[in-house]
């Protein structure tokens, strides 16, 4: 069986986990608290990082979850998630890099990374200066998700894409701790909502991490 | 004609440059000062970031390095330098995502954006301890290219590949201020020696800065 190493609340293994929903691949997932270093899964990724796609056959993919993703979409081309032609493409990759780096150093990494996985790690208490800089950064991020939705189907154009997928999934790592300001972004709120009924959410919306459960609506459609 | 706004010791905007070339693809380049937030430039890209790639019909490519290389890969398919088949592409784009991420914040932004680029943005003086931080950490990753290029002919196997010239944006920049310990890594040399014979590099090599002129060896093939 093809296995996902993965963590929970991380974007990038999230991302993976609905692209190969989206594709109808089956995958055991394995969530690997990559903190305590276990000897067999650093031999899969001496970089010990998450997500780390194992094939049936042995082949592992590692680098990153874009990396993983682009595999994928190279492997098992039915139900393409980038898009059609260069430059539709290039447009769904320009959305990706921008939820993948500048919404991740701006919102997630101070939020999801802060509140979450710092605990996990034992780096010490949240730093509250890097929390209320999320805080203040969602707002236009949320701004552009609708700005882009009022004048397209989609983030990156016509066709639900692997833009969508990205953006929910750091979106839904933020709503999982509650940290999603909706009431104010109802273009925004519309577009999670389309994305939230999709069946590639259903493994995420299912989550529940031991001694941190998700807020009241994270899995709710009318949220 | 194609143009390409860019910074030259950017690694970013020299993978691009050295792409264009491998590919034969001709661009007039654009010095662009992004500290001046000219108007005309944030219309192209509101993200204020370079490279931005400009096509003869006015096209525009945005994202990111990796983003406007993966759309020269597919908008000029001849010349591939991603490899051939999925397993193959995903063990490049793990690399290019090493040098990338993992380099970029371990080596290039502690050494190259320290001394260089703060000084151009007027951000004051460069910080000592990032700068004795890049100065430890690229000895592991200079030991890893020569590791690599014992084992393979180029860094992601047998064929010259954008894993090479990723890795060698990084390096290049470094190598013009002088911040590339040769001596002690006698691998890496070699692997870095055949690059800069190649014809891609003439460009980024012929670089000088006003003010800020390369290191003696920065272009000889013999250094």
Redesign the interface.
Known sequence: MRTLYHLPLDPGCRKVRMLLREKQLECELHAEKIWERRDEFLKLNP?GEVPVLVEEDG?T????A???A??LE??YPENPLLGDG??C??EV???I??FD??FWREVTANLVEEKMLKRFLGLGQPNSSAIRAGHANIHYHLEYIGWLSDRRNWLAGEDFSLADITAASHISALDYIGDVPWQMHPGAKDWYARVKSRPCMRGVLGDTIAGAPPVKHYADLDF
Chains 1, 2 share one sequence.
Do not use: D
């Open positions: 970089a082949t993919i590692t680098g990153g874009q990396v993983v682009e595999y190279e492997a260069p430059l493409r290039a990759r320009r959305l890099a921008w780096l500048k």
